[in-house]
């Protein structure tokens, strides 16, 4: 039951001290919210307000009216699974069979577009083949679903569709029991006995979110706080498990984990804590978990021993799931990940002090950040397939890989995966015209440390590339329903921030560097190079400029000086003849530029008419050598 934090009042916010201990640890502090508290955060819900993060009343009956229907769905298709088995009418009756949420709409944090998670509960006669056989196909011909996708090789087996315009993702569990009642009860550990990895991993997302409800002090508190936290990372772009990010459970983890430090604080406090806790915890050596380690059941055990330091040791942000057994829900965030959620953190902390006493407001927290102007040099990786089914399916096959490629960087480099699908241009005329999407990558260079080795600036992501290439093919072996002819990754394509593609602009235009300080050298004004500056558009090198080397010199360069180091006033006629040759130089700067962006339409243009060579099984590919800037020390 979603109970809604709209009407979030000073009763629902000043508890008590607690007297349930919470977490594996004592309390920071048991103080109550004061009316400051309370006022900021009813800013924090107002603030939060058009962003969609809160159902009407409306739209909660809505999907109270889906998940009935799909529940009574799933019976109907048991139980006729249960008689074509050859079982009797009686038995088929009793079999039973139902549905559990899970995720964001189970916790209560769901936002208006949000999907939900569903997972059937099946009896012993019912399998995973059916489930993606003859569920599937019932699901095909039923009117009010729409974009129909199978995924039967994810770690999680999982059907996402729409269903009655909600998108859903169904989970399967195969139980060992002859009869499933609604009431049954999944925290009972017994009940994993004998399930197959698949149905365990399945069942766990239920008991995970049912357990962490239990867990957090209150709840009301909690609901707000990660509907805060989800519309911040989702739009400072670092969300999403398959990027390397944490996803929905790992946030509202970390989250409970600092609603148990402040169990009575008011939800703007609690945000602000949070930040301040984790820009400095010490992930090595403290995992982030909201009780005890549950270890093997007496008697049996599953296959998958619960986190430890022992088989785990290597694991960077380790944020462990509730119930047995215990999971990383953070182990795919790689080092580029990492640097990029701990600059969040402090962005954070930097900030939420200035909000609590009104010097900014809440909007700037979930300001929307651009990756296009912050990195120099970015890579493509480009899926390509013949319909939107398949591209949906084949492009959430490449998604779930993206990770690998990046993860093999030399130590001196990092790759930083963005969050986000990039729809590419289609001739929508020509019926034929394949279905083309983006994934995009920052590359830096990391700067050296202190008695650092000698190293290149020279990044080879040949070999990272054709390992990508494998592990998408290795999948592609195991999804019949895409052929490896028609559904590939297209050559590996890099680029500088002011040759990417216009397609990823709206309003024509590429991102330009952020302002850098000026720094005057040799007496010389900073200023003043500007109009010696060039635009190489038409290059196609993968090189980085150095702009600070020809800001410094340019113009300016030669310039004579007053004793105290300014540049003197020029005659009349020299400050008509840099005139000129500033007007000269911004015209030839935009013609270059005109230029360069034809030339990028153009590539898109040939690409689409003459498609790269089909990758069914991974060839050597020479991905581009890219020579970053080395960054200062």
């Not at 430890?308 to 829900?329: K, Q």
């Amino acid at each position: 039951q979603i109970v809604s934090t709209r009407n979030f009042s000073r009763t629902g916010v000043k508890m008590p001290a607690q007297p349930k201990e919470y977490g594996t640890t004592e309390p920071m502090s048991l103080n109550g919210p004061s009316d400051e508290d309370i006022a900021i955060t009813q800013k924090l819900q107002s603030a939060l307000e058009p962003f969609g993060v809160f159902e009407t009343q409306d739209e909660k009956d809505h999907r109270a009216v889906v998940i009935s229907t799909m529940n009574e769905l799933v019976k109907n298709w048991i139980r006729d699974v249960v008689l074509a088995s050859g079982h009797s009418a009686e038995v088929a009756d009793h079999a039973g069979g139902t549905i559990r949420t899970f995720g964001s709409f189970r916790l209560g944090v769901n936002n208006k577009s949000g999907d939900i998670d569903l997972l059937i509960l099946a009896p012993v006669y019912v399998n995973r083949e059916h489930f993606f056989d003859s569920f599937a196909a019932i699901l095909k011909e039923h009117k009010e679903v729409d974009d129909l996708n199978l995924v039967p090789e994810a770690y999680v087996p999982a059907i996402k569709l729409e269903f009655m315009g909600i998108e859903m993702d169904l989970l399967f569990a195969q139980l060992t029991q002859t009869s499933v009642s609604e009431d049954i009860e999944l925290m009972n550990v017994d009940l994993l006995r004998n399930l197959d990895d698949k149905s365990v991993r399945s069942v766990n997302g239920c008991r995970v979110t049912d357990s962490l409800l239990g867990l957090v002090p209150n709840k009301e508190t909690f609901r707000l706080v990660v509907r805060c936290l989800k519309l911040w990372a989702k739009r400072r772009m670092i969300y999403g498990n398959v990027y390397g990010y944490p996803g929905g459970v790992a946030w509202a983890i970390m989250a409970a984990r600092v609603c148990q430090f402040y169990p009575n604080a008011a939800p703007a406090v609690v945000i602000t804590k949070f930040f301040m806790i984790y820009k400095d915890w010490d992930f090595a050596n403290y995992e982030i978990s909201l009780c005890p380690v549950e270890n093997h059941p007496h008697g049996w055990r599953l296959p998958t021993n619960p986190w430890n330091t022992r088989d785990n040791g290597n694991d960077l942000m380790p944020v462990l799931t509730t119930s047995y057994p215990a999971i990383n829900t953070c182990h795919n965030v790689i080092a580029s990940t990492f640097e990029m959620l701990k600059r969040e953190w402090r962005r954070g902390y930097q900030m939420c002090p200035e909000i609590l006493v009104g010097a900014a407001k809440w909007e700037t927290l979930w300001e929307p950040v651009d990756l296009f102007s912050e990195f120099k040099q970015f890579v493509q990786i480009t899926a390509r397939a013949p319909t939107v089914s398949t591209m949906s399916a084949f492009s959430g096959l490449v998604q779930s890989t993206l990770r690998v490629f990046v993860s093999g960087f030399p130590p001196d480099f990092h790759g930083v995966p963005f969050p986000k699908v990039y729809e590419m241009p289609r001739n929508a005329d020509d019926p034929e015209a394949p279905h083309r999407r983006a994934f995009f990558f920052g590359i830096k260079m990391l700067p050296p440390m202190e008695g650092d080795r000698p190293r290149t600036t020279e990044l080879d992501i040949t070999g990272c590339f054709e390992h990508f290439l494998h592990q998408v093919s290795r999948k592609l072996g195991g999804s019949p329903a895409l052929d490896p002819e028609v559904c590939y990754v297209e050559p590996l394509q890099s680029f500088k921030r002011k040759t990417l593609p216009l397609f990823l602009f709206p309003d024509g235009k590429r991102p330009v560097a952020k302002p850098r300080k000026k720094k005057p050298a040799g007496g010389v004004a900073a200023g003043g190079g500007a109009a010696s500056r060039t635009t190489s558009g038409a290059s196609a090198s993968t090189t980085a400029s150095t702009p600070d080397a020809t800001a410094a010199g340019g113009g300016a360069a030669g310039a004579s000086t007053e004793a105290d180091g300014r540049p003197k006033r020029p005659a009349e006629e020299d400050l008509e003849a840099d005139e000129s040759k500033k007007v000269k130089a911004e015209a030839a700067a935009a013609a270059a530029a005109e230029v360069a962006a034809m030339e990028v339409d153009d590539e898109l243009e040939l690409a689409a008419a003459n498609p790269p060579p089909k990758i069914a099984a991974p060839p050597v590919i020479g991905a581009p050598k890219l020579r970053l800037q080395s960054p200062p020390t």
